[in-house]
């Protein structure tokens, strides 16, 4: 099955710096790569995703980029603010019900 | 706007009681899923469900069952709690997309559970 790295696993930043935090995949099948960010104590919430038949998206100071050669994406944060402190997932599909989550990265933003 | 509810925040139970988790979801989603979450390990698919009555295995399924009698409710149930079953619980629901591809999942507050 489809087995997800994510790394670092923390990372501290201060604000105004950009942020990168890399995943890699098993299965070259895998389709649908989504990034949820959980901040402490709520529940994960999606802030980006992108398909195989796309390289890059971008949605303000979000961008995740995407090498299927290589089997890995990653999350791009630009000018980070302390708000964007949270833990973040990433994950890989290839179908309806098979998702396999990163172990997350600890992003803490220093004002 | 999509809404995943689960019944507790916040659990506390005993070795051995069974334990009832509940999620609702008010979005029509066919999939249904449930996690556990522990630090350093991310979220491990416990159960998921794509249809009311089905139910399929993920990773972890050992000491877990479900229920979904209802489209919109996905029931997990701990038998007989075993402390190394003290987590935070989500769940999560998607659209059954019919090309086969993943739609985004969303998730509910989650549960932490402590089974003493």
């Known amino acids: 099955g489809e087995n997800v790295e994510q790394h670092p696993s923390t990372l501290s930043v201060q604000e105004g710096d950009s942020a990168v935090i890399k995943c890699t995949y098993s299965d070259s099948a895998s389709n649908y790569f989504p990034w949820y960010k959980q901040e402490l104590g709520k529940r994960p919430q999606l802030i980006i995703d992108i398909r195989s038949n796309v390289g890059e998206k971008k949605d303000q100071r979000i961008a995740v980029t995407l090498n299927k050669t290589a089997k890995h994406f990653s999350l791009h944060i630009t000018e980070t603010q302390p708000e964007d402190s949270a833990v973040y997932f990433c994950a890989a599909s290839r179908s309806n019900n098979d998702m396999r989550f990163g172990a997350g990265t600890r992003l803490t933003v220093k004002p | 706007d999509v809404k995943v509810t689960q019944s507790s925040r916040y659990l506390v139970k005993r070795t051995g009681e069974k334990v009832f988790l509940e999620c609702v979801q008010d979005m029509d989603h066919e999939n249904m899923f449930w996690y556990r979450q522990d630090p350093g390990l991310g979220l491990r698919l416990i159960y998921f469900?794509?249809?009311?009555?089905?139910?399929e295995k993920g990773d972890i399924p050992e000491g877990y069952s479900v229920s979904r009698e209802k489209k919109e409710r996905f029931s997990l149930i701990l038998e007989s709690a075993s402390t190394n079953q003290t987590s935070m619980y989500l769940c999560a629901s998607s659209l059954w997309s019919r090309g086969g591809a993943q739609e985004t999942q969303y998730f509910g507050p989650g549960t932490r559970l402590l089974v003493l």
């Open positions: 469900s794509y249809d009311v009555k089905m139910k």
